[in-house]
């Protein structure tokens, strides 16, 4: 199989806690973007970087539209926007929400898939919703891959649950063991399967 060039991460319910222990558990030499849509109100615009920031030993920012995906930087979808990934570089938009939801994973990993097709990696983790679901279905289709949180042991099930229903999932693993699959996968390792 292709080694991811992408990850692509997907959250909402208790995802600050999942993701200060996903992203914190990387290494600073990891050397793929990381793309992560967290579902949150408006006005919190570069708070949720920020706090990722203190936790992760990789750069996290906010994107501005068109910026250019570079490797070993995590890239925080601003609140109210969507964010699409095109080959090489990012697009924001304000169209309507999906699932309730702007920014939507469905909308980041359908976009991933459409640009990346086996290249990418996706993540979803605890969650209130059924966003993303979609999306995997779609990052599967298109030959990439995916992990998801243990539903047993998510803040929130409902968002793992609706990814496994959604497509046949290529890992799902307990929060803590997560980061150490990326890292794995990225470099071409396969460890055992979960």
């Known amino acids: 199989m292709k080694t991811p060039e992408l990850v692509v991460v997907g959250t909402s319910l208790g995802g ?11 290494p600073k030499t990891f050397a793929r973007p990381i793309v992560v849509v967290q579902h949150r109100g408006r006005g919190l615009d570069g708070a949720l970087a920020g706090l990722l920031a203190e936790s992760c030993p990789l750069p996290v920012c906010e994107p501005e539209d068109k910026d250019v995906l570079v490797g070993g930087r995590v890239y925080v979808a601003p609140g109210d926007y969507h964010l699409l990934i095109e080959p090489g570089s990012i697009a924001l938009s304000t169209e309507g929400a999906v ?42 289709r298109q030959g990439g ?19 496994i229903a959604a497509a046949n999932v290529d890992y799902v693993l307990p929060l ?5 699959q990326v890292v794995a996968l990225c470099a071409n390792v396969e460890p055992s399967r979960g």
């Open 16 to 26: 600050l806690r999942a993701l200060q222990i996903l992203l914190g558990a990387m």
């Open 99 to 140: 699932q309730h939801a702007r920014p939507s994973i469905d909308v980041l990993f359908e976009s991933a898939a459409d640009a990346y097709g086996d290249g990418v990696l996706a993540v979803v983790l605890t969650g209130a919703s059924s966003d993303g679901a979609a999306g995997v279905a779609e990052v599967k």
């Open 145 to 163: 891959r995916v992990i998801v949180e243990d539903p047993r042991t998510a803040e929130s099930r409902m968002m793992p649950a609706s990814a």
């Open 176 to 180: 803590e063991a997560i980061a150490g």
